[in-house]
């Protein structure tokens, strides 16, 4: 079952609007992370922001802000702001415990986002 | 600042070679992780290692299998490469104990298998 869904293959937006990338996730566990990285073309993974899911404020870093709706298991990024630099995939991605007690990402399959000038 | 590297930005294979992919990262993590990424399909989990000599399967393990005999470097193996592994491989690390840390991303290897 697919755990993280990003329904976006693809976005444009006019350069210095706020964009909301949408996420929604499905657990049981009680205790979980949720991240947002961003993969320009040159093919690194940047972390962006996260979100534990204990806590009550929506996750804030500089102009990256993350829409924390627990209830309806949806953890979108808004970019307020857009530059033309944000133009890249971006990817939501949820950490649960492992059996060991170790902890691994379960990615969605990203949005790419396309900043107009 | 965390570092995280890997042995080949780009790689060409036959059909049958054994590959492998290194791995290494200098800031003392006890988990490491190898994704493949294919386009619409985002990153899938090959294996991943909480410690050293020990690992787990992700979520498509078959036709691979990985070594961690230093704490620092993870490698992954293809031990007879196939056209369908043809992909993007990225290589990740974190601290381990609880959900709270992010993971730190290699440059990521471009492997073609002909």
């Known amino acids: 079952a697919q755990k993280i869904t990003q329904t976006q293959p693809g976005m444009f937006v006019q350069e210095k609007e706020a964009v909301t990338l949408d996420c929604t996730y499905d657990?049981?566990?009680?205790?979980?992370?949720l991240f947002w990285y961003k993969q320009p073309s040159s093919g690194e993974m940047i972390f962006l922001i996260y979100?534990?899911?204990?806590?009550?404020q929506n996750a804030t870093e500089g102009r990256y802000s993350l829409n924390f709706q627990k209830a309806r298991k949806s953890a979108n990024l808004v970019i307020s702001a857009s530059q033309l630099g944000d133009s890249a995939m971006y990817f939501c991605?949820?950490?649960?415990?492992?059996?060991?007690?170790?902890?691994?990402?379960?990615f969605g399959t990203g949005t790419r986002l396309t900043i107009i000038p | 600042d965390v570092k995280v590297t890997q042995s080949s930005r780009y790689l060409v294979k036959r059909t049958g070679e054994k590959v492998f992919l290194e791995c290494v990262q200098d800031?003392?993590?006890?988990?490491m992780f190898w994704y493949r990424q294919d386009p619409g399909l985002g990153l899938r989990l090959i294996y991943f290692?909480?410690?050293?000599?020990?690992?787990e399967k992700g979520d498509i393990p078959e036709g691979y299998s990985v070594s961690r005999e230093k704490k620092e470097r993870f490698s992954l193996i293809l031990e007879s490469a196939s056209t369908n592994q043809t992909s993007m491989y990225l290589c990740?690390?974190?601290f381990g104990g609880g959900t709270l840390y992010e993971q730190y991303f290699g440059p990521g290897t471009r492997l073609t298998v002909t």
């Open positions: 979100q534990g899911s204990y806590d009550e």
């Open positions: 290692s909480y410690d050293v000599k020990m690992k």
């Open positions: 800031m003392d993590h006890e988990n």
């Open positions: 990740a690390s974190s």
């Open positions: 991605a949820m950490r649960e415990a492992s059996f060991f007690g170790n902890e691994k990402l379960t």
């Open positions: 657990t049981s566990d009680q205790s979980y992370g």
